[in-house]
């Protein structure tokens, strides 16, 4: 080979472009959640539509069956009597078999989104020691001794966290308090939604509560109040605490200022703080769209990044001393 042909080739290999197949990314926390719901969700479908086509061949087989079993044929009666009792083995035998592939799948969704919710969750600046125990359930004690709100005869709680923001322990939770309610008259919870509650140094007796609510539909307000006085009032922003005390004196003004840049609005429905001479706790009310482990909506990652925002603020309030 000549040595021109030997330069051209290697002019050519040096001019040419290799086409690398780019490194796929890593799925975003959303992306996960979404997938995960899907599969789910088309699971669902199938079972619903499978046993949607086997309900229609049951009565249609059972149609057969009693004319056979009513006919003057002995010999039909006989088959007639036999598929029936083939088809209740069958149904026995399928129910058997599939009543627990759904339940089981659910039963690993749920734990597998709240765990990836907190580890979007937590793993923000600030947390550190994230301790959470998949069977822990708060107490009626933990919230109702908070003395914001009486009347709870129930309380459902998931996803107990205990951790460290900024220096200061917490703890965190999803809860809801019920109260008594009848087959007649269904009464809506006294609270659903967050709650966050971290250790303070004040001292002081009773407490302060201040409440943060949309002026349009207030929900979740407080109910323990009848032995406290209202010491500010407006649309949006009330203070409950002992009759002629002043709380500015008592309760740094930097932590109501950093709970003021909370918005109530969007999925946000209300927020109560109480703060007691030892422990400052919040309850933050939430609609279904934040609160619901996502199954037949897909998840709304712009809600939930927005209730982490409002996470943040909750701690670096109940920071400042």
């Known amino acids: 080979m000549s040595d021109a042909n030997i330069n051209e080739k290697e002019e050519k290999l ?12 890593a799925k ?8 995960a719901r899907q599969e789910l969700f088309k699971s669902y479908a199938k079972s619903r539509r499978i046993s949607n086509i086997l309900m229609f061949a049951v009565v249609g087989a059972i149609v057969g069956i009693m004319f056979m079993i009513i006919s003057d ?8 009597y036999s598929l029936a009792g083939a088809l209740i083995v069958g149904m026995i035998l399928y129910y058997v078999l599939t009543r627990k592939n759904l339940p089981n799948k659910v039963q690993k969704y749920v734990p ?20 959470n125990d998949p069977e822990e359930k708060l107490k009626m004690d933990d919230l109702v001794g908070d003395g914001v709100y009486v009347e709870a005869n129930g309380i459902n709680s998931r996803n107990v966290v205990r951790g460290v923001y900024d220096g200061h322990h917490f703890l965190y939770a ?21 709650y966050i509650s971290v250790p303070n140094q004040m001292k002081f007796d009773d407490r302060f509560i201040f409440v943060f609510k949309n002026p349009k539909q207030p929900l ?7 032995d406290l006085s209202v010491l500010e009032e407006k649309d949006e922003f009330v203070v409950y605490g002992p009759e002629n005390a002043n709380y500015h004196d008592i ?52 809600g939930f990044e927005k209730s982490l925002d409002d996470l943040v603020i909750c701690l670096k309030a109940m920071s400042e001393e």
């Open 14 to 25: 040096e001019n040419e472009v290799v086409e690398e197949k780019p490194a796929e990314e």
């Open 28 to 35: 975003t926390y959303d992306v996960i959640i979404e997938d």
């Open 73 to 80: 044929n002995d010999v039909l009666k006989i088959v007639g």
């Open 112 to 131: 597998f989104v709240m765990k990836t919710l907190n580890d979007r969750m937590f793993s923000m600046q600030g947390f550190s020691e994230i301790q």
């Open 174 to 194: 999803e809860a809801a308090l019920t109260r008594p309610s009848t087959k007649k008259q269904q009464v809506p919870p006294l609270f659903v939604g967050r």
């Open 220 to 226: 979740d307000l407080p109910n323990a109040i009848t």
């Open 251 to 302: 309760i740094n003004n930097k932590i109501i200022s950093q709970f003021k840049k909370l918005q109530i609005e969007g999925h946000l429905l209300n927020v109560n703080v109480v703060v007691w001479g030892g422990h400052t706790a919040v309850y933050l009310s939430y609609d279904d769209a934040i609160l619901s482990v996502p199954f037949d909506k897909p998840f709304d990652k712009d």
